[in-house]
């Protein structure tokens, strides 16, 4: 009979015992090194209320203000760009171990921009949780500039004049406008699609990117369209920041028209949440 040596025999029990080894564990150490490959795992699933007041319970209120804090700071610094805040940013780079008292961490720091700042924090898409914070967006005055974006009222800001402008344009059309009824309303005002404008700069980049990533508009492919058409829509930042009331009577003003002079946007306008009636109507 051969016999197996003693090295031959310490590899055949190794074997077995990698053969051996259950799936859930291999999952679980796949799992692992995921993590330790990728740093911290921030995958956040909202916490239960139990698991909240057991998060609760191992803070000081001390604690829970200065994460509050440090919440309110991430979302002022990263609303400067006007990009909607991922929920998942906040809790990779704040919460962190903290996450499963998020519920009552944001409830906090919603607060706190409402009587501190005078702002609203909104979620403005549920699926995806991104927030911004809500700086109502108000007309300029009805003049004989006050449709020019180099010049809207409000030196300070012309982009959220030439905003406005292409914001009552889709308004009034319906809530929809192509792309072409746009450019052709801006050219109007001396501001072209094509090379480099004195106060704005790239506007076509301004208006189809910059815009759209602040979700002040949407910029859509009309389909089986050849070349390729656009057409513009609100996005969910202006419907949650603008008064339509406030923009008909805008646009009533230089008209020197009614409100009700547009019965279908007076309707919706009326019936708009960030919306007061006006007094004199």
Known sequence: MNSVSPKS???VTMSQRRRTVPLSQKR???GSQARDDSGEDYSFTQPTSSQVQRGLERLTSAQLDQKMAEVVQFILIKDQKKIPIKRADIVKHVMKEYRNIYPEVIKGVTQTFEQVFGLKLVE???KNHMYILINKLEPVP???NSMDPGNPGNPGNP???LLFVILSIIFMKGGVV????VWNTLKKLRVEPGGKHEVFGDVK???TEEFVRQKNLEYVRIPHTDPPEHEFHWGMRAEKEVSKMKMLQFVSQLHDQEPQTWSQQYKEATADPNSQRPRNV
């Open 9 to 11: 025999k310490a590899r």
């Open 178 to 181: 192509k792309e072409s009824v």
């Open 28 to 30: 679980a150490s796949k």
């Open 159 to 161: 982009r959220t004049g």
């Open 205 to 207: 980049r301004l208006i």
């Open 124 to 126: 403005i898409d549920t």
């Open 142 to 144: 009805a003049d004989e």
